[in-house]
């Protein structure tokens, strides 16, 4: 997480090193902190790397650890939800949008 974090927050363009530390991260996502998992989606996201079984994965694994994360990592991950969800506003209904917002 530490090193993705780096590369996304310095803007250094290193779509192999995304590619592997997915393919890494992925099926061990069950051992990350909260706060780990919170800047590897950050990382990811920043960076626009599309990696969506890593999505997928973490977010499966962050909705069954909701309780643990602290308020920086639910920050983090709104952020993350909120970037994803913004490229798409166009195809909400109102309710939708209402929903999106609650």
């Not at 363009?13 to 989606?41: G, H, I, M, Y």
């Not at 639910?74 to 969800?85: D, N, P, Q, S």
Request: with cysteine; proline share 7%.
């Amino acid at each position: 997480a530490n090193l993705a974090w780096a590369y996304a927050a310095g803007g250094q363009p290193a779509p192999a090193l995304f590619d592997a530390l997915a393919a890494e991260a992925t099926p061990r996502l069950a051992e990350f902190k909260p706060q780990e998992l919170a800047s590897l989606a950050w990382s990811f996201t920043k960076a626009n790397c599309r990696e969506p079984e890593l999505f997928a994965a973490l977010a499966v694994g962050a909705a069954a650890r909701l309780g643990e994360f602290t308020p920086k990592a639910l920050g983090e991950t709104a952020w993350l939800k909120g970037r994803v969800y913004a490229k798409r506003l166009g195809e909400f209904a109102p309710q939708g949008l209402a929903n999106l917002a609650w």
